[in-house]
């Protein structure tokens, strides 16, 4: 048989950055295909810190093989987290020839693959995994797939938010849905002043996101035909042949960029969509829109959506049904900064858990909050993050209603500063939240 005639050797080699700068480490293994196969690696070629291309060489020791060449399917690729598989795990192959190509396997013309592994394309959260690597051609089925351990560890920035724009330009807040699909996170774009807000705001939210966001950067939102406004109502003419009609999975949620975005247009409160300039009672099978849209105006905790490059706060609302009260909204609300969303490793806190609040106040719409001294040594020496954690107390609790400014106490007093701000005063939310660029 075939199998008694030749060996595999499969060279392992790990593409790293550091400093910008390539790092290829490699070592070949010996792999005799008529028996199972386990891997002897050394321990610098067992582990590695934030991949980015896993490079394979495949090649006979003796006989060629011949293969039939699947362009970004000649690898298989699992994760594995404590034991447990990571489900619908994302990676990238580099393609390769033509499909259904024959590729001839020798010792001198090895079949070269590539596979990129870097966190940004897996959107695996920081921490420790194991990898298996198969080649899925059917005459290499019998090989027992390397395995590589993998640690992530993310570095993300803060962009500050901002109260100004650039000279002649106006700031866009539009909203994006998270790489995940889970929430719809706002950023932030300056353009060159228009008069047409609205339609203006519409092309830009129909661009996608900027890459330097690693928020979706394809637009989803339907095709729009005009887009005006009566009184606080925007009226948002959709295309009836758009295709994006009709991905009612996405639907919904691209919706909602529209209505998020477009109520952050100064005295703009709700979105009536219309298809051939008239209300229909569904857009799409089970999406009602004979009524205006409204935004969710309850309380939001702004936490902090880690996409490796950098942080983005977003709106989160805990359940606050049974919470009468501002003193006790607060409370909650504080609570959700410091643990984050549980089970979402992705969403971080955003304040330290040795932070208290120790007593809230609320007088004339100025919300007063008064915490530990562990609130002046928050995230020493990272002011991103203390820039982070003020941005986010500020939004936060400017979305209670009512609540116009926030005085910030520490121990009872305002005489101090904190990542250049200055607590002797009331503060208001900024304008304009995650600047696309820095």
Not at 279 to 303: C, H, K, M, N, Q
Request: charged share 25%; proline share 7%.
């Amino acid at each position: 048989m075939l199998k008694s005639f030749f060996n595999l050797i499969l060279a392992l080699l790990i593409g790293l950055s550091c400093s910008s700068l390539p790092i290829e480490i490699s070592r070949l293994f010996y792999i005799p295909v008529e028996q199972a196969i386990s891997y002897s690696f050394q321990p610098a070629h067992t582990e590695v810190t934030n991949p980015q291309i896993v490079s394979f060489s495949v090649k006979t020791k003796q006989t060629n093989i011949s293969i039939r060449n699947n362009p970004g399917k000649n690898l298989k690729v699992e994760a594995y987290k404590n034991g447990t598989p990571m489900e619908n795990l994302v990676y990238s192959e580099l393609e390769i020839g033509r499909i259904g190509e024959d590729i001839v396997i020798t010792r001198d013309n090895p079949l070269l693959l590539q596979v990129d592994i870097s966190q940004k394309v897996t959107g695996l959260p920081d921490g420790e995994y194991f990898f298996r690597f198969y080649l899925q051609d059917d005459k290499l089925a019998e090989i027992e797939p390397l395995e590589l351990k993998v640690n992530y560890i993310s570095d993300p920035k803060y962009y500050k938010s901002l109260n100004f724009e650039p000279k002649d330009n106006m700031g866009l807040v539009l909203y994006f849905p998270s790489p995940d699909n889970k929430y719809l996170v706002p950023v932030t774009r300056f353009v060159p002043d228009s008069k047409s807000v609205l339609t203006t705001t519409i092309q830009n939210l129909a661009l996608g996101a900027d890459p330097e966001t690693a928020l979706q950067q394809q637009g989803i939102i339907p095709d729009v035909i005009k887009v005006y406004y009566s009184g606080s109502t925007v009226y948002v003419m959709l295309d009836p042949d758009s295709k994006k009609l009709k991905d009612t999975e996405n639907l919904h949620m691209a919706l909602d960029t529209i209505v998020y975005t477009m109520t952050e247009i100064p005295q703009m409160r709700r979105v009536q969509f219309l298809l051939d300039d008239k209300r229909v009672d569904e857009i799409a099978p089970g999406i009602a829109a004979r009524d205006p849209w409204l935004p969710d105006t309850s309380p939001a905790a702004y936490l902090a959506y880690n996409t490796f490059d950098r942080y983005l706060l977003f709106p989160y609302r805990p359940d606050l049904s049974e919470v009468e009260t501002v003193r006790d909204q607060c409370f909650e609300l504080f609570e959700t900064l410091r643990l984050g969303i549980p089970g979402d490793p992705l969403v971080e806190a955003v304040v330290p858990k040795e932070v208290e609040l120790l007593n809230v106040y609320f007088l004339k719409g100025t919300l007063t909050l008064d915490f530990n001294d562990a609130f002046l040594e928050a995230y020493s020496g990272e002011r991103h993050k203390q820039y982070m954690m003020m941005d986010s107390i500020l939004y936060t609790f400017s979305s209670v209603e009512t609540v116009k400014s926030i005085q910030i106490l520490v121990e009872g007093s305002d005489q101090y500063s904190f990542a250049d701000y200055s607590l002797s005063k009331p503060l208001t939310r900024p304008l304009y939240i995650n600047p696309e660029k820095n």
